[in-house]
């Protein structure tokens, strides 16, 4: 059995794809959606066409349908809005809500923080520390050669640090609530043809590893904006 098949490498994707050419029986468990590592699309679409019996699962078990709906409609937001250039930085605020999703803009790095220690102060009254995170969402750059101003932020808060999750290595895991925090560069720096797909990915992925309350923030500067903007105006 072989889980998040679209994120192997390609020498494990043609492997795999000999065996069911032997008629030796694998299981393969594939979301294209959640495709963040590589774009294996069409080698990995090849070999599901192998299959001799392909089952679609429709709901959601880890969030609940308004935030796994939210999730969907932010990755779409994206898709539909991504530019390499040219975003608008919408100056606009969004407060908290009652709804299990929200979205909030911060005017730079440091107000996220501050967004973001009220929030899990709030979060610590209401559920048990070890059901919340708080999942940091930049994508990884082979040139990093150290944290950026975000992520050593985060690591040193005296709260955020025991939340922090990096968003790649979130996949599998689950939690009931807590907050997405956008970087500053998230979507800035194109990596090629496929950089805003990959990266709608992981906007995906790191939204949907909620159950019940979900606060995505994200600072004024981001490219993010316009599409969280649109995103934000319909769910808040």
Known sequence: MVDEFQDCDPATLRFVGKLIDQDLRVTIGVDMGQTIFRANSDLVKSIIDKAEKTTNLTYCYRSSV?????SMDVKTAVYANYRSTGFESIPSVY?????PVAVIQAEDMRDQIR???RIFVDLEERFDPSELSLIYLQYPNPAFKGPSREEAALKNHPRLKNYYWFAPLTKGHEFWAGVVFVSGTFLKIDMGP???ALRANMLYVAMSRFRDELVVVYPRECPLASALHKFARIQV
């Open 66 to 70: 308004q935030i796994a709906r939210s």
């Open 95 to 99: 407060a908290l809500s009652g709804a």
């Open 115 to 117: 967004i973001c220690d």
């Open 194 to 196: 496929d950089a805003s």
